[in-house]
């Protein structure tokens, strides 16, 4: 069975712009603005831990609204099934490890840059197994990807899940241009990521979709 989003009550992010952040900020100041925060679970690959998870944690906990990512793959040919419920229980588990009682929204992080050796059925499989499992978990679920990797990877699946579109190198004015445009899955996207380079690094920046903006509660924890 396809996984499927939870229903949840409507709220507004004020402002409608945030961050993602994981082990890359490791150590590094964080931005004290925004209306939300994003923080990746893993360390860029699945069954690892981000080091400065309860850290950034805390400090995303700080914005009006946040939720999490779990970096996702199949790297070698097995049970796809089994594979992706394993993501999800121990992205789960680490987070509980360090002392968060569980965030009710997550998001799978679907990019090339971690291996993928099934077909995009195969592929498709793993990451419905991942989302079906947090959702039994009792959390909302979205995807992170881009019209470039999605096909890829998953093929013509069209999950109905939120997606959180990522554009690279860009604009604040180019992520709202985005959002007219179509996700990679074929719906509109949720949030768009651009990326800016400043003088301490790589900065993930993010926009709240104004079609979404109303129900936010469907795509991050709201406090």
């Known amino acids: 069975m396809l996984a499927r989003p939870l229903p949840a009550p409507p709220a507004t992010i004020t402002p409608p712009e945030g961050y993602d952040v ?13 209306g939300f925060a994003i923080v990746g679970v893993t360390h860029g690959k699945p069954l690892t831990t981000n080091p400065c998870l309860a850290t950034q944690l805390r400090w995303a906990r700080g914005h009006q609204s946040y ?24 992205a789960i588990a680490r987070e509980h490890a360090v002392g968060s ?24 499989t793993v990451l419905d197994s991942v989302a079906a499992t ?9 995807i992170y990807s881009s019209p470039a990797m999605w096909p890829e990877i998953a093929g013509s699946w069209t999950p109905a899940l939120p997606n959180w579109l990522a554009i690279g190198p860009g604009t604040a004015a180019q992520a709202l241009a985005a959002c ?44």
């Open 180 to 223: 007219d445009g179509w996700g990679f899955t074929g719906d509109r996207p949720a949030i768009v990521q651009w990326v800016q380079h400043t003088s301490s690094g790589r900065l993930d920046h993010n926009l709240i979709c104004p079609s979404m903006r109303a129900h936010a509660r469907d795509i991050l924890v709201v406090r």
């Open 134 to 142: 947090l959702q039994q978990a009792g959390a909302r679920v979205g």
């Open 67 to 90: 939720a999490v990512y779990v970096n996702t793959s199949y790297p070698r040919h097995t049970d796809p099934v089994a594979w992706g419920r394993a993501i999800a229980r121990d």
């Open 101 to 124: 009682a569980g965030v009710p929204m997550w998001w799978l992080d679907v990019e090339t840059v971690n291996d993928w050796v099934g077909t995009p059925q195969e592929n498709a």
């Open 22 to 34: 994981s082990y890359p900020q490791c150590r590094k100041k964080l931005p004290t603005t925004g």
